[in-house]
């Protein structure tokens, strides 16, 4: 059981990669992904 999710920047806040997560995880996603409006490698963060 997977659902698809956005996963935005924490620094600016853009919204640059989806990706699928497991339903039954209770906390949300966070990655180290590359951000081409920072411009840098930083923290992304499951949206609601």
Do not use: F, P, W
Request: aromatic share 4%; net charge positive; charged share 25%.
């Amino acid at each position: 059981m997977s659902k698809k999710v956005i996963l935005a920047c924490a620094d600016c806040g853009s919204r640059n990669y989806s990706t699928n997560a497991n339903q039954l995880q209770s906390e949300r996603l966070e990655l180290k992904k590359y951000c081409k409006t920072c411009a840098s490698h930083t923290m992304h963060r499951e949206t609601k």
